[in-house]
């Protein structure tokens, strides 16, 4: 990718904290970012001020629309026969149990999952043959209601 997310393993987006509105750049503390040199047209901007109970991390993925996907992100999943699951699920980070076929038991990871309440946990594999990110876990609680 030749955009700004050429780096975007360490790119976060949070809710500011002065207007609430979404902010991406890299994390400067847990209470600030700093936007991306190449968006802000060569300039180098103040950090802004964030609400830290917000911060999601990029998982370095997109969804089949090319929408970057982020930690905290709801997706539905498109399955391969055109239908949509009927089940949301949030993009989190951490530790989880992945179950290995070949092995035929469930292994300690790390990394980027996804969630969905009653079903065990997954790795998010190729998000942008199946994902679609409908919204987020601060702003569409609404999308995990049964």
């Known amino acids: 990718m030749d955009n700004i997310y050429n780096n975007m393993y360490n ?11 979404w902010v991406e750049g890299y994390l400067m503390d847990s209470n600030c970012i700093n936007i991306p040199y190449e968006e802000t047209g ?3 901007d103040e950090p ?3 609400d830290p109970e917000t911060i999601c991390l990029c998982t370095g993925k997109e969804d089949i629309s090319g ?5 905290g992100d709801i997706i ?3 399955l391969s026969n055109g239908q949509i699951s009927a ?5 989190k980070y951490g530790a989880y149990k992945a179950y290995c076929p070949e092995d035929k038991e469930y292994m300690d990871s ?3 999952y996804a969630e969905a309440e009653g079903y065990q946990d997954m790795p998010i594999g190729p ?19 049964e």
């Open 110 to 112: 790390v990394g980027f």
């Open 42 to 44: 060569g300039r180098f």
């Open 11 to 21: 790119m976060h987006k949070a809710k500011r904290a002065d207007n609430g509105k």
């Open 87 to 91: 089940l949301n699920l949030v993009i």
């Open 127 to 145: 998000t942008e043959e199946y994902a679609k990110v409908i919204g987020n876990i601060y702003d569409n609680p609404e999308l995990l209601a």
């Open 48 to 50: 802004i001020e964030i």
């Open 67 to 71: 929408k970057i996907i982020y930690q």
């Open 76 to 78: 539905e999943s498109h």
